[in-house]
């Protein structure tokens, strides 16, 4: 067990630690006011219902898989519940039926992409659309508030040592993701899975049962973090979590998440999730426009996605060289210079 956490930090894990102390301590020594209780509170606030998706999106994609709603399924359970509680339906039964919608969101993804082998990619693009097209209906261009105040003091105030509901949720439901990927059987199908799909079927692993079953719980722990944005602003908008997407995939990959499946550790989606809060902080407190800090989040995504390809296939290369040092070096394809002067 020492021996791997060992290799995990000498790999990407070990790089984003480094990269997260620099960006540590660039804050600390240059940004104003970033290290004060409030803005410390702020910054892990005004970013955790992404977090909270992070989560199960790291899952979602070492299957394989990608899912492009999740932001629009935020928007639309928030919809709903704000929806049915205007319409006089109590706040208690609005959140559990806007926790129900996520799960079923979710199934109908994991439907169309497990059971009738649509691309995931295409699936969830169309549903992007159409929850958020849902939440229009049901919001159209009002603002919905005006909720009860035990919500609003469950997303706005602290609960323990000044931490709100949603940290306190996030942290439950890092441990639960860190045991349930690396620690069960279902981390382990999950892992296969990615890696090759036909593979895991012929092995006995029942693909489309757990693919359907990741889809599930993306689409209600979307739904919560829904939920809990609502209760954090007080209102509702249809264009609410609008955008958030990005940053959510962004930090699975930078995290060292294959955008191709199979590989990445829940160590390092924490770890990227941190960096990303604090990259974040830092250019809101450096007076950064918001333009700006998505042109950041941006590169973030490319870097994320080439480094990791770039360093396995680096790897790949050493490996090779370490194993055979005395092969000979692939002939010259013809033409060369080389293979010219020997004609």
């Given at each position: 067990?020492?021996?791997k956490?060992?290799?995990?930090?000498?790999?990407?894990?070990?790089?984003?630690?480094?990269?997260?102390?620099?960006?540590?301590?660039?804050?600390?020594?240059?940004?104003?006011?970033?290290?004060?209780?409030?803005?410390?509170?702020?910054?892990?606030?005004?970013?955790?219902?992404?977090?909270?998706?992070?989560?199960?999106?790291?899952?979602v994609?070492?299957n394989?898989?990608?899912?492009?709603?999740?932001?629009?399924?935020?928007?639309?359970?928030?919809?709903?519940?704000?929806?049915?509680f205007?319409?006089?339906?109590?706040?208690?039964?609005?959140?559990?039926?806007?926790?129900?919608?996520?799960?079923?969101?979710?199934?109908?993804?994991?439907?169309?992409?497990?059971?009738?082998?649509?691309?995931?990619l295409?699936?969830?693009?169309?549903?992007?659309?159409?929850?958020?097209?849902?939440?229009r209906?049901l919001?159209?261009?009002?603002?919905?508030?005006?909720?009860?105040?035990?919500?609003d003091?469950?997303?706005?105030?602290?609960?323990?040592?000044?931490?709100?509901?949603?940290?306190?949720?996030?942290?439950?439901?890092?441990?639960?993701?860190?045991?349930?990927?690396?620690?069960?059987?279902?981390g382990?199908?999950?892992?296969?899975?990615?890696?090759?799909?036909?593979?895991?079927?012929?092995?006995?692993?029942?693909?489309?049962?757990?693919?359907?079953?990741?889809?599930?719980?993306?689409?209600?722990?979307?739904?919560?973090?829904?939920?809990?944005?609502?209760?954090?602003?007080?209102?509702?908008?249809?264009?609410?979590?609008?955008?958030?997407?990005?940053?959510?995939?962004?930090?699975?990959?930078?995290?060292?998440?294959?955008?191709?499946?199979?590989?990445?550790?829940?160590?390092?989606?924490l770890?990227s999730?941190?960096?990303?809060?604090?990259?974040?902080?830092g250019?809101?407190?450096?007076?950064?426009?918001?333009?700006?800090?998505?042109?950041?989040?941006?590169?973030?995504?490319?870097?994320?996605?080439?480094?990791?390809?770039m360093?396995?296939?680096?790897?790949?290369?050493?490996?090779?060289?370490?194993?055979?040092?005395?092969?000979?070096?692939?002939?010259?394809?013809?033409?060369t210079?080389?293979?010219?002067?020997?004609?």
């Amino acid at each position: 067990m020492a021996h791997k956490a060992l290799e995990r930090l000498r790999g990407w894990e070990g790089l984003l630690l480094v990269c997260l102390l620099v960006v540590v301590a660039y804050n600390v020594t240059s940004v104003p006011g970033f290290t004060s209780g409030q803005n410390l509170t702020n910054m892990f606030q005004l970013g955790i219902e992404k977090a909270i998706v992070v989560l199960v999106m790291a899952f979602v994609i070492i299957n394989g898989e990608i899912d492009l709603s999740v932001a629009s399924m935020m928007g639309m359970s928030a919809a709903l519940m704000a929806y049915l509680f205007e319409q006089g339906v109590g706040m208690e039964l609005s959140i559990v039926l806007a926790l129900l919608m996520g799960a079923l969101g979710g199934l109908f993804n994991g439907f169309f992409v497990a059971v009738l082998g649509l691309p995931s990619l295409a699936v969830t693009l169309a549903t992007y659309i159409g929850f958020r097209g849902i939440a229009r209906l049901l919001v159209e261009d009002r603002s919905i508030g005006g909720f009860p105040e035990w919500l609003d003091q469950l997303g706005q105030q602290g609960l323990i040592g000044g931490l709100t509901a949603s940290i306190v949720i996030y942290v439950v439901l890092a441990v639960v993701a860190v045991i349930l990927l690396h620690l069960t059987g279902f981390g382990r199908y999950t892992y296969v899975i990615g890696n090759s799909a036909a593979v895991a079927r012929f092995s006995g692993v029942r693909v489309a049962r757990v693919k359907l079953i990741i889809f599930t719980m993306s689409g209600l722990v979307a739904a919560l973090a829904g939920v809990l944005i609502a209760a954090r602003l007080g209102a509702v908008r249809a264009s609410t979590a609008e955008g958030f997407e990005l940053d959510i995939i962004t930090v699975v990959l930078l995290g060292g998440v294959s955008i191709f499946g199979g590989s990445g550790t829940m160590v390092g989606v924490l770890l990227s999730t941190i960096l990303v809060l604090i990259i974040r902080n830092g250019l809101v407190l450096a007076g950064i426009t918001g333009n700006t800090q998505t042109g950041v989040i941006g590169l973030l995504l490319i870097v994320s996605v080439l480094l990791p390809n770039m360093a396995e296939e680096v790897r790949t290369r050493w490996r090779r060289r370490s194993s055979d040092p005395g092969a000979p070096a692939p002939p010259a394809p013809p033409g060369t210079p080389e293979t010219a002067s020997t004609a």
